[in-house]
């Protein structure tokens, strides 16, 4: 394998976990000055990441629920429910993608989306813009700076 497969690799296989803060800064040391490359290798890892745990988000919480099963005795206001209310009321789906590549990392934001919107066709397709937005805007503030 050549030196420019292993570095597309490496950026694509860190993008798809921690996008803006592990993916950008590698690709734009790897691959210096060039803008199309940075953009590219991070948006494509950044959505193989995104499609990745989007498909394991249903395993993982079928898991967690073996594990630790629900009390019987549910409560109907918890802690958890109303932080996830509040997360829906005031960013959305628009909202908890666009913090997902900057704040969180790509498998938790799209756990997070996942587990309060279950459209995974349009969680995807949120998750995949905001990924494309702070890949341009990463590589693009990297490159200034």
């Known amino acids: 394998m050549n030196a ?6 490496s950026v694509v296989a860190l993008s798809s976990v921690k996008h803006t803060m592990g993916g950008v800064p590698l690709a734009i040391g790897l691959f210096g000055g060039d803008y199309f490359w940075v953009v590219l290798c991070t948006s494509i890892g950044g959505m193989i990441g995104v499609g990745f745990f989007l498909l394991m988000a249903s395993t993982f919480a079928s898991t967690l629920r073996k594990w630790f099963p ?13 932080f996830i209310v509040k997360i829906k009321r005031n960013f959305g789906l628009a909202g908890i993608a666009f913090l997902t590549p900057w704040f969180l990392s790509v498998p938790i934001g799209t756990i997070i989306s996942y587990s309060i919107y279950k459209d995974r066709r349009r969680v995807f397709l949120y998750q995949s813009a905001a990924i494309i937005f702070w890949s341009f805007a990463g590589g693009a503030i990297g490159l200034i700076f």
């Not at 420019?4 to 690799?9: G, H, Q, S, Y």
């Not at 629900?70 to 109303?82: G, V």
């Open 4 to 9: 420019t497969a292993v570095k597309i690799l």
């Open 70 to 82: 629900p009390k019987k005795d549910k409560k109907i206001f918890t802690r958890r429910n109303r």
